[in-house]
């Protein structure tokens, strides 16, 4: 058990050196969902790296840039059947334009519907400013949803556990009050580790398994229990989230 490594959430491609950072998850044996920000980007590279054991790349879709590639939708919903794994997908209404705003609900929907067609498939959500919303549109979804780097209000967080979402945190998350009060609201068998690389402190320019340690660490000392069991936890959440 103290070996399991796992990343729910983080963005290879956009590391100078792709390669070298999927051929280091990989020899870390790192359970990692690496998520893509556009349909065009997981086109150019589903097929590439296929091969791998420890890695899966998502089908994504960023809510930032939903506005500018609408046309992308298309593309999104020709590859929907070649993956298990969506993300990244969801709203940013960080972003005030009302135009905006409406465009990104009406392809996150779009995308909603379309996995509660096929069935199966595993959601990474990005949900700034906007977690209402996306619980809202999520309501009645079947499949498996993470809430990725979630950092809304902890009453919109208990209607998210009440739809069954698991929570993906990263270790820039226990640098604030907010971030840790957050941590500690959610049930130990909802959580699941994640980096959010390359945008999280230390891991800017080269990639690193080390934050499991500290999200493992943290956990352990504000749930009172051993690593072993934390990790032992983590390690069935994510089996549950895959089944």
Known sequence: MSDFLMDAHMHFDLYKKREEVLSYIES???????????????????????????????????PELAFQYENQLPIFLKYLDTTRYIGEIGLDFSVKDKENQRIQIK??????????????KILSVHSRRAESDCISILGGYTGKIILHWYSGSI?????????????????????????????NAIPLE?????????FTKELEKDY???FNNEIIGYLSETRNYTEEYIKKIIKNNFRQVLS
Not at 107 to 120: D, H, L, P, Y
Not at 165 to 177: A, G, P, R, T
Not at 190 to 198: C, G, K, V
């Open 28 to 62: 870390h044996h790192s359970y990692t969902i690496a998520v893509t920000n556009l349909p065009e980007l997981y086109e150019r590279y589903y097929r590439q790296y296929a091969d791998y054991k420890y890695i899966k790349i998502a089908l994504g879709f960023h």
């Open 107 to 120: 392809i996150f929907s779009e995308i909603v519907q379309a996995c509660k067609k096929t069935g199966n």
């Open 155 to 183: 009453s919109v967080l208990r209607d998210a556990i009440n739809i069954g979402c698991y929570f993906s945190i990263n270790h820039q998350m226990l640098l604030s009050k907010n971030g840790k009060s957050i941590v």
């Open 190 to 198: 909802r959580i699941l580790i994640e980096s959010d690389a390359p």
């Open 208 to 210: 690193s398994v080390s």
